[in-house]
Each structure stands twice: as structure tokens, then as C-alpha cells.
């Protein structure tokens, strides 16, 4: 069976001054999901995004939401992410003096629960926690910011990932790749085991063309990428 890939739009790359034309174009474009980074100036060097907006975006779309939270103690705001009903929580192993109790907090809020590596963790962070998440996102630049470029040890370390989900049949989980997933980085990503790719300033909000055209474009590599 061919392994599906979805396709996300990252909220904090939109246009705020048009958020809501910028929903619009991605909901016609047919966008998967929508990726909503919220940081807190301490875990990353940068403030985006926050439950205010939201909340607006869930008045605005039924879209799906991917909450990541780039925040230290990520439990002190689960309860709170929860609220919003999104498809999945993340948080960072990093962040966290308990990331399993943390996951438990997200599953029992009724939540998929995630968990996202920054460049420098290693795989085997996940090795006793895979029963307790739904999502791993690798991060493939250091968080915080958009318009990076791909730290090429972290396609090494999807791959190494995508094994791992193989190999102890988790196929539920999803496998997620964040920064820089740009048009020419997309099909190693894929072909490296991701199964969410988070388009931000270098695909789906890339400058040279509009959201429908850049979502087409990501959506056309996807099917000429598939891997069974
Ligand atoms: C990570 C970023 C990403 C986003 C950036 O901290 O906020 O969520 O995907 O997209 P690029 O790397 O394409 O600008
Ligand atoms: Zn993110």
C-alpha cells in the first residue's frame, strides 16, 4: 500500500495582515492541515503565534490543526491547547522534565499526542515512549525561526526514524518534517520516511508563486514521490 503524505500549511508564514484571505486560499488549495507553531521567547529565541489567534483560526476553519508547542514546561499549557480541539499536540523532548507523563496529560485531554526532536536529540530519546505518541516531528533546522536552510544530519535521522516506526509496527504514527521544506528538499524528505511535511516561507508561503499554485506544486511531488 502506498504511504499517504499530507500536506501542511505553517500558520506562523501567513500573511497577518490577510490571515483570513490566507485560510481562504488554503482551504481551496486543499490544504491537509494547518500547522501552528506557538513559542514563548524562552525554549526558542522568538515569539509566534499564541491561543488568541488560535482561536480565531478555529472560527475561520474546521481545517486540522497540528498545535506545536516551542515552549518550556509545555504541560503548565496542554489544557489550554486542548480547548482549541486540535488533531495533535506536540511538544519538545527537550522542554520537558517528563515527557511521558506530558503525553499522557495530551492523550487524556483526548488529543493525539506528539513529540518533536530538535536537530542535536537522537532517536533513541523515542526508544520507550512509542506507545505514547501519534506524531514524531523531526525538526530539520533549529526551532524558532522561518527561512532557515536543512541541517543535512537530520535527513539521517528521519530515515533513521522511519526505520524504527517500521520495525516495531507503529504504523499509526505519523512522521512528521519541520523547516525548510522547500520544493527541492521535498522528495529526500519523502523518500526518507516523512509522512507531514510543513510547508512554510520555502513551499507553501514561498514568494514566487501564489499559496493554490505552491500547494499544487508540493501536492504534484508528493504523488511523483510516493513510496509504497
Ligand atoms: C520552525 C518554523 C517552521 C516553518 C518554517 O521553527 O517556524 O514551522 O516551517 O518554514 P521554512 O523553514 O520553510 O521557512
Ligand atoms: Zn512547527
Redo the contacts with the bound molecule.
Keep these: 500500500m502506498q504511504r499517504t503524505v499530507k500536506i501542511e500549511a ?1 500558520l ?2 501567513a500573511n497577518f495582515k490577510n490571515l483570513e484571505r490566507d485560510i481562504k486560499q488554503l482551504e481551496e488549495a486543499k490544504i491537509d492541515c494547518f ?1 501552528f ?1 506557538i513559542m514563548d521567547g524562552n525554549f526558542v529565541p522568538n515569539f ?1 503565534l499564541d491561543f488568541t489567534i488560535l482561536g480565531a483560526v478555529r472560527e475561520l476553519s474546521c481545517t486540522d490543526v497540528v498545535c506545536h508547542l ?1 515552549i518550556e514546561e509545555p504541560e503548565r499549557y496542554i489544557e489550554r491547547a486542548a480547548a482549541f480541539r486540535p488533531a495533535f499536540i506536540s511538544i519538545h523532548l527537550e522542554a520537558t522534565r517528563n515527557a511521558q507523563r506530558a503525553l499522557q496529560q495530551i492523550r487524556n485531554s483526548g488529543v493525539r499526542p506528539g513529540v518533536v526532536l530538535n536537530p542535536a536529540t537522537p532517536v533513541s530519546a523515542l526508544q520507550y515512549i512509542l506507545d505514547d505518541i501519534d506524531l514524531i516531528t523531526v525538526m530539520t ?1 533549529n ?6 536552510v536543512l541541517i543535512p544530519a537530520t535527513i539521517r535521522k528521519l530515515a533513521d526514524i522511519r526505520k524504527l516506526i517500521d520495525a516495531e509496527g507503529c504504523s499509526h504514527i505519523e512522521l512528521e518534517v ?5 520544493f527541492q528538499n521535498i522528495p529526500t524528505m519523502i523518500k526518507s520516511g516523512a509522512t507531514m511535511l ?6 507553501v508561503f514561498c514568494k514566487q508563486y501564489s499559496i493554490g499554485e505552491a500547494v499544487a506544486i508540493v501536492r504534484s511531488l508528493v504523488e511523483s514521490n510516493a513510496v509504497q
Design positions: 505553517s506562523a508564514c500547522h507553531d509566534a516551542m533546522v526551532p524558532g525561526f522561518a527561512g532557515q519541520d523547516g525548510n521544506v522547500s510543513v510547508g512554510g516561507t520555502s513551499s
